[in-house]
């Protein structure tokens, strides 16, 4: 497994010159903010292989028919040997494609998955073998839209922190084939990816909540975190190191199975751990951390399922963008 890491920068024009009012203090609309070619916003991803000579622009999203969205990107490999996209971007099923990106609707808090095409495949398209030293790919995946009138949606992708508020335009063209619409799934749900992440995002314009699943951070009974949490603090604390927040503020949460006088203090120690690992990794000097243990008094699912009890174990991770 590669343990990928990236930030996200918008890029800007180096001339200095926009062409604009120079005393205006308005943002300048967002088709002025692309690059000449059409990016709004680029990750660098770092890897044991490639570091950040792994590169990804993202587009500004298309409404094409009113019924679906289409998210571009380019892929590049600035290092000196080549490299296969394999499943850095795509799941097992529809490799070196970008079908694991995800796209997140802020207001509706919603998670929006691939569109299929018919033999059930992925809603997108496929890189050719290895992609060389210098060379660059485009990749497209089709989504399920979001209601009428929602003018930006956040990407994510395995391999990079999220592109936020990336704009959607409307589109000429036509979907072309036919497909059936992906899943939309509540922000709250927290399902294991192929990796088994067990992470789950909930967001509004100004806060990031990360929602991290206990059973893959913690083995039972304990408090103590499990090689398989390694790759997704350090995941964690790049955001966190990326974003403007100077608090965070680290929650643990249980099911109701069992006493209050295990849950608080077992919620209260892992929400510590938790914490202890991020600050380890954190890079910026003025983030300071506040921890807390809600034992079972906080659930997001039902208790009265085995899915629900694994959705209310877990540790929730909050800042400011």
């Known amino acids: 497994m590669i343990v ?22 308005e943002d300048p609309p967002q088709e002025e903010q692309t690059d000449e070619r059409g990016f709004i916003a680029t990750s660098y991803t770092t890897s044991t292989q490639l570091g950040v000579n792994l590169e ?13 969205v289409k998210l571009s990107m380019e892929v590049s490999n600035t290092s000196d040997g080549g490299y296969s996209l394999r499943d850095a971007l795509s799941d097992t099923d529809n490799m070196h494609s970008a079908s694991s990106a995800t796209l997140i609707d802020a207001e509706e808090q919603s998670r929006h998955l691939n569109n299929e095409l018919d033999d ?22 089709m989504f399920p ?38 899943e939309i799934l509540p922000l709250t ?15 509004t314009d100004e806060e990031l909540s990360i929602l991290l699943s ?8 304990s408090s103590d975190l499990t090689s398989d949490a390694d790759e997704i603090i350090e995941q964690v ?30 919620s209260e120690e892992r929400a510590e751990s938790v914490e202890s690992a991020l600050a380890e ?9 506040e921890t807390e243990g809600h034992g079972s008094s906080d659930p997001v699912a039902d208790n009265d399922t085995e899915e629900g009890q694994e959705l209310n174990r877990r540790v929730t991770v909050t800042f400011e963008k």
């Open 189 to 203: 749900l927290i399902s294991d990816d192929e990796g088994g992440t067990g992470r789950s995002d909930q967001e």
């Open 281 to 289: 990794q954190v890079t910026r000097d003025d983030v300071t951390f």
């Open 4 to 25: 990928l890491v990236g930030c996200v920068i918008n890029p800007e024009d180096e001339s200095g010159d926009d062409g604009g009012d120079p005393d205006s203090s």
């Open 120 to 141: 059930g495949s992925c809603y997108c398209t496929f890189a050719d073998g290895e992609l060389a030293a210098g060379e660059s790919t485009d990749l497209e995946v």
């Open 56 to 68: 990804i622009n993202v587009r500004p999203l298309e409404l094409i028919d009113g019924e679906a």
């Open 145 to 182: 839209a979001p209601p009428e009138g929602t003018e930006s949606m956040t990407v994510t992708t395995p391999i990079t922190s999220p592109f936020f508020d990336i704009p959607i335009v409307e589109s000429s063209e036509s979907a072309g084939e036919e497909y059936t619409d992906g």
């Open 237 to 266: 604390a790049s955001e966190i190191d990326q974003s403007s927040s100077d608090t965070v503020t680290v929650e643990g949460h249980t099911d109701n199975q069992g006493t209050d006088a295990v849950n608080d203090p077992l």
């Open 214 to 221: 206990s059973d893959v951070l913690f083995d039972l009974e």
